[in-house]
């Protein structure tokens, strides 16, 4: 059976302070790696695909990489408005999202 | 915003009853997605519809229904309701049915008393 595990489960930091979330998984066929905001009481935002180790995306102070296992999210100089939920999904084979149960980011100032 | 639209934002209602929740898709697109998400079990997906025809199924219990429509928004029926209903239901559409790029709705709350 497909599954992702995210960690940590939450993780408070001062502003500026870079950090990296985690997304491990087990896949019988990665087709895609995805990672999504949400908002407190909002639907996920899609933020990035990843489709092969080694492939990297880039979105202000976000950088997503993937490996054979696992994907990080690095935050570099974060900001409070980047407080938000952090959902990581992989798409299968058989291609539902099967999604992780997230990272609750909070950044004070 | 991300062009996808549901209703109502809050419902509150009894055990054993039913109750519809409604998505409209972004412009265009012709897959549907509903999700459950709470607390203890995040974000599960229920069922997928392809351009009216159901293309996946997920997690979704035999009290609950969906059907897409020819002008292609999509309902999720409800019922017997539990207190374990008791969730947020997100719609979600994409253009293509293989991608993982999703554009979620803001949701519906359902309260289950």
């Known amino acids: 059976e497909d599954q992702v595990t995210q960690s940590p489960e939450a993780l408070r930091l001062q502003e500026g302070e870079s950090s990296s979330l985690n997304c491990s998984y087990t896949v019988s066929g990665l087709r895609g790696l995805f990672w999504y905001r949400q908002d407190p009481g909002k639907g996920p935002e899609f933020l990035f695909t990843l489709y092969s180790a080694g492939e990297e995306k880039e979105k202000e102070r976000l950088k997503a990489t993937l490996t054979k296992k696992e994907s990080f999210l690095h935050i570099t100089a974060p900001k409070p408005e980047d407080s938000a939920t952090y959902l990581c999904a992989v798409q299968a084979m058989q291609d539902k999202l099967v999604f992780g149960a997230g990272t609750i980011l909070r950044v004070k100032s | 915003d991300s062009g996808v639209t549901q209703t109502p934002k809050h419902l509150i209602t009894a055990t054993g009853q039913r109750v519809t929740l409604r998505c409209s898709p972004r412009s265009g697109d012709l897959s549907v997605y509903w999700y459950q998400q709470s607390l203890d079990q995040g974000l599960q997906f229920l069922i997928q519809?392809?351009?009216?025809?159901?293309?996946a199924k997920g997690n979704i219990l035999e009290r609950f229904s969906a059907q897409q429509f020819p002008d292609l928004h999509s309902e999720l029926n409800l019922s017997s309701l539990e207190l374990g209903d008791s969730a947020l239901y997100f719609c979600?559409?994409?253009?293509?049915?293989?991608?993982?790029?999703?554009?979620f709705g803001e949701g519906s709350r359902l309260t289950v008393l």
């Open positions: 519809y392809y351009n009216g025809e159901e293309r």
């Open positions: 979600a559409s994409s253009a293509d049915f293989y991608t993982g790029e999703l554009f």
